[in-house]
């Protein structure tokens, strides 16, 4: 479940002045695999670089993505070793196991309205499907479908900034989960990647999302197994945010940690 939680935690677009760097708290509420949980997190934002830090049980798990290096780092409070991933080589890997020219999106908005954070937010419907093998096996195919209201808060001051982030993101093929979660459930993580992508270009601000994840279908076994035991929902809510100037070093692995290569 420690994978299946990390997958769970998703980062909220949030505004930013244009060149600001931020500073944002959330909390993420899931369920799934027949357990569920909490979860607070602090996500940091310079440039291209994106630092997220959610508290797990007794640890905290620390992810840093570094867009123009190509490099994810993944570490915990518990140990002094750091998970190096090269996220091109594992964008070509998850392609594999991924059919997205069979993804089906669907962005709308719902005509509702409500007040989050002081600020007027307007409704959207997302439901994304996804074609996915496991391993890249034609014989372990299933279909992910996530869905769920997302609320957003138009033309935010930074939106075109920030937004631009995910976007690059998007284009180089990059999930916003462990890779290993990601392999395990790649039809999940290219889903997510490409909700981001959808909240970017929508020209507004997601202040708060309420998602399900389904999977089954495929016409096999294994997609009717994960059809009654694989689903799973979260909600994330904005605590706070804050602006700032951040340190160059916090986008960086601690000095001292052992840099593990991963594939």
Do not use: C
Request: net charge positive; aromatic share 8%.
């Amino acid at each position: 479940m420690k994978h299946a939680m990390i997958v769970l935690i998703p980062t909220v677009i949030l505004a930013v002045p244009a060149h600001a760097d931020l500073t944002l708290k959330q909390s993420t509420s899931g369920k799934g695999l027949g357990r569920s949980g909490q979860t607070t997190s602090t996500t940091y934002i310079k440039g291209g670089k994106m630092r997220s830090e959610a508290r797990i049980g007794d640890k905290v798990m620390t992810t840093i993505f570094d867009l123009d290096a190509q490099k994810m780092f993944v570490f915990d409070s518990k140990k002094k070793e750091v998970d190096v991933w090269d996220m091109a080589a594992f964008a070509q890997e998850l392609s594999r196991s991924v059919d997205t020219a069979g993804m089906k999106v669907s962005f709308k908005p719902n005509g509702k309205t409500k007040q989050i954070a002081g600020q007027n937010a307007a409704g959207y419907d997302l439901e994304i499907t996804v074609p996915a093998a496991m391993g890249g096996s034609k014989d372990m195919t299933m279909v992910v479908t996530m869905s769920g209201p997302t609320w957003m808060v138009k033309n935010a001051p930074g939106t075109e900034d920030y937004a631009r982030f995910y976007k690059a993101a998007a284009e180089k093929g990059w999930v916003f989960s462990d890779p290993r979660a990601a392999k395990g459930s790649p039809g999940q993580a290219r889903a997510m990647a490409e909700m981001y992508r959808q909240l970017a270009e929508a020209g507004g601000i997601a202040y708060e999302t309420d998602v399900q994840v389904k999977m089954g279908g495929g016409g096999n076994p294994l997609g009717g197994l994960l059809g009654k035991i694989g689903n799973v929902s979260f909600q994330t809510t904005v605590q706070s945010a804050e602006t700032g100037a951040l340190a160059d070093d916090l986008f960086a692995p601690p000095a001292g940690y052992k840099l593990k290569p991963k594939k």
